[in-house]
């Protein structure tokens, strides 16, 4: 979650609604929470915030949250007086290069040269800037292929566009399932859990967040 200013209280009650379950496998859940130093409160969003920070100087037993930030001497002091610091140097960029390598479909030289710099050392920076290559159809195969790396190549802001294009692609593609035979309950309720994130990704919502917490509810449709 990329910080209040940009996505105040959508975001934080799909983060909110994510600490309150119980993990389906493991014993812990695991969230994180980017540019930390961006969770002030402003107008407008003072309910957002106090709910966020709450949760952070008081989790679930469950649960672990690692706040990301660039300086942490911008943090709230209600925050800073609950964490344990931990430094991080950026990734080398040999080490991005190989990465990039084997994950991404990067057709030369060159451009290997111009994400590894345009990533800085930060692989999510890395993801992000593969996903303007797309549309609506390659980005629906890439969610349904892998959700969670499709997640954290999201931008941390504007969920429409593309991403709002990705999700008409998705519930057109389950309709066209449940036409073809398939197990009509559970595509029912699966499309209407895209057609619920398209209705939240119109406002100021973390795509990152959307995309994650709309996989783990479409696993669960297939569970049950």
């Known amino acids: 979650m990329a910080g209040l ?39 407008g969003t ?52 190989a990465f990039a390598q084997q994950t991404l479909e990067i057709e030369s030289k060159e451009e290997l040269h ?13 993801f992000a800037t593969d996903a303007p290559r797309f549309g609506g159809a390659q980005l629906a195969a890439r969610f349904t292929e892998a959700p969670l790396v499709f997640a954290l190549g999201q931008v941390p802001f504007q969920a429409r566009g593309g991403f709002t294009d990705m999700l008409d692609v998705l519930a057109d593609r389950l309709r066209d399932e449940a036409k073809r035979g398939g197990d009509t309950d559970k595509l029912v309720e699966a ?16 795509p990152q967040l959307l995309a994650a917490v709309l996989a783990e509810d479409l696993h669960g449709t297939q569970r049950s």
């Not at 496998?25 to 969770?39: H, N, P």
């Not at 111009?114 to 890395?126: D, E, F, M, P, Y």
């Not at 499309?191 to 973390?206: C, E, F, H, W, Y």
């Open 191 to 206: 499309i209407a859990l895209v057609m619920d994130a398209r209705d939240v990704a119109q406002g100021n919502v973390n």
């Open 5 to 43: 200013a940009s996505h105040p209280i959508a975001s934080v009650r799909l983060l909110l609604r994510r600490l309150a379950l119980t993990p389906a496998m493991g014993q812990r859940k695991v969230f994180i929470v980017g540019d930390a130093e961006r969770l002030i409160p402003q107008i």
């Open 114 to 126: 111009q994400r590894v710099t345009a990533a800085a050392g930060c692989i999510g920076k890395l």
């Open 46 to 97: 003072e309910v957002a915030a106090n709910a966020l920070l709450k949760a952070l100087e008081e989790p679930p037993a469950d649960s672990v949250i690692i706040i990301t930030a660039a300086d942490p001497n911008a943090l709230l002091p209600t925050i800073l007086s609950r964490v344990v610091l931990v430094r991080v140097a950026r990734i080398d960029d040999s080490a991005v290069t």
